[in-house]
Every structure is written in structure tokens, then in C-alpha cells.
């Protein structure tokens, strides 16, 4: 059973989690990388200043205006957004391969996006949205962030409310009271996603041949 995955081949899914920032997204997203094997993360481009702690190419790829409106006005880009005055963006190329390969993609991006994605690719798109468990932890969570100004927290906690006003939007919705509960699930939706049927492109001749078997075994 654990092989079945890889047995029959299938078409990746393409997992998009949203949330506003501070409600436990960056930590869950990060534990599905380290614990599964088969997704990689759509590194973004973007305009927004790196941050210390970023590697470039790792956890965006950090790029000029310039650079990327001739990015977007060369069709390099499947999705774009403007969040908190920069731009960002998936690049498509990294995700057209990934998906015909069998492999899964990680999408860390905003609301606009995810829209953007559902338009152009429902059938590969798998959407998740993080909701705080409460207000007061969600102002906390961006005030324990030692690395952005009192002024980026107030323009966040300002997003918050727009990020969160469009949670209907998605598939599953993901309340993190508890950040192992969460990643339970959020790895049980990735599961339940990759064994459906349409996902499967080998199945319809795997379950032909079983038959065919099954009949000749039959008196
Ligand atoms: P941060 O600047 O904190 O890394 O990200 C700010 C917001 O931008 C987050 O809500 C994140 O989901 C969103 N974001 C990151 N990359 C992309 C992207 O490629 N496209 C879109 N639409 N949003 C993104």
C-alpha cells in the first residue's frame, strides 16, 4: 500500500496554502517539505526586500521591478500579486514540469493568486486555508517576528483582515489551534487528494488487467 503512489503513475497535484501571516502556514508548509517526499516548493519571484534570514533561489527568487515585468510581460509567470506594496509571482515553467513528471507543488501564496490558479488549472489545484485560532494569537504570533517593524506588523495585521475575508474560496480550511493536529491534517488532505481516481493516469489499464486475470482465475 505505501508504494501504491508510485506503482500507478499519476498526474501531481498542485497544493496551494493560503493564510494571513502569523497564523502558522510558513511552519506547516515547511515540516511537508522535510516529511514528504514527493512535493518541492513553488519558489516565488518577488520585488519585496530579502529578509536576514532568506537565501535567494531557496525562498524566493528576489528580483527588480524591472526584472519582473519583463518576467510577466513574457507570459514566465502564472500568477501574479501585489501583497503589502511588492509584487510576487509563480514562475510557470519549474510547475508544468513538476506536474507531468508525477510530482507535486507547494504553493505558498496569497488569495489573488490562488484565484488566479483556480481559473486556469481547477483540475490540478488543491486549495487549503489557515485561520488563527484567535485574534489576539494571530497579533501576537507578528509581534514575536523580531525581523519586521512595528510599522510592517500594523500593515500585516491590516492584510490579515482582507486575507481572511476570502477563506470561502477554499477547499479545505485549516483552524491551527495545534500545529501537529494541523500538519496531520494537512498531510491527510494530501493523501486523500493523491489517491483520487482522476489523478491516477495508469489506473484504468491496472484495473483491466485485474479483471482480465481475475477472469481466467475464475472456474
Ligand atoms: P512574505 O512577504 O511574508 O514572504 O509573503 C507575503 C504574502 O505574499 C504571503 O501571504 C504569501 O502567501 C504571498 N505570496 C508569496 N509568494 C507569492 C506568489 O508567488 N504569488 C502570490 N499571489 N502571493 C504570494
Redesign the pocket.
Known amino acids: 500500500m505505501p508504494n501504491q503512489e508510485r506503482e500507478i503513475s499519476r498526474r501531481g497535484i498542485m497544493l496551494v496554502?493560503?493564510?494571513?501571516?502569523g497564523a502558522g502556514?510558513?511552519t506547516l508548509t515547511r515540516n511537508l517539505l522535510e516529511q514528504e517526499e514527493n512535493v518541492s516548493l513553488?519558489v516565488?519571484?518577488?520585488t519585496?526586500p530579502r529578509?536576514p534570514s532568506?537565501i535567494d533561489h531557496v525562498?524566493?527568487h528576489f528580483v527588480s521591478r524591472r526584472r519582473f515585468e519583463a518576467m510577466r510581460e513574457g507570459g514566465e509567470?502564472l500568477?501574479?500579486?501585489e501583497?503589502?506594496g511588492?509584487y510576487?509571482?509563480?514562475?510557470r515553467e519549474p510547475v508544468e514540469q513538476a506536474l507531468s513528471e508525477g510530482r507535486d507543488m507547494l504553493?505558498?501564496?496569497?488569495?489573488?493568486?490562488?484565484r488566479?490558479l483556480l481559473e486556469k488549472m481547477r483540475d490540478d489545484v488543491v486549495t487549503v486555508f489557515v485561520l488563527p485560532p484567535t485574534a489576539a494569537e494571530l497579533k501576537a504570533r507578528l509581534e514575536r517576528r523580531a525581523e519586521d517593524s512595528t510599522a510592517i506588523i500594523k500593515q500585516?495585521l491590516h492584510?490579515a483582515l482582507e486575507?481572511i475575508a476570502h477563506w470561502r474560496e477554499y477547499d479545505y480550511i485549516l483552524v491551527n489551534r495545534d500545529l501537529d493536529k494541523s500538519f496531520a491534517r494537512l498531510r491527510a488532505i494530501l493523501t486523500a487528494e493523491r489517491l483520487k481516481r482522476v489523478k491516477m493516469l495508469d489506473i484504468e489499464a491496472f484495473a483491466d488487467r485485474l479483471l482480465v486475470d481475475l477472469k481466467k482465475l475464475t472456474p
Do not use: C, M
Not at 496554502?17 to 501571516?21: E, K, L
Not at 504553493?107 to 490562488?114: C, E, K, P, R
Open positions: 496554502v493560503s493564510s494571513p501571516s502556514k510558513t513553488s516565488s519571484v518577488t519585496r529578509r532568506e525562498h524566493y509567470l500568477e501574479w500579486a501583497v503589502h511588492n510576487y509571482a509563480t514562475p504553493f505558498d501564496i496569497d488569495w489573488q493568486g490562488t488566479q500585516r492584510n486575507e
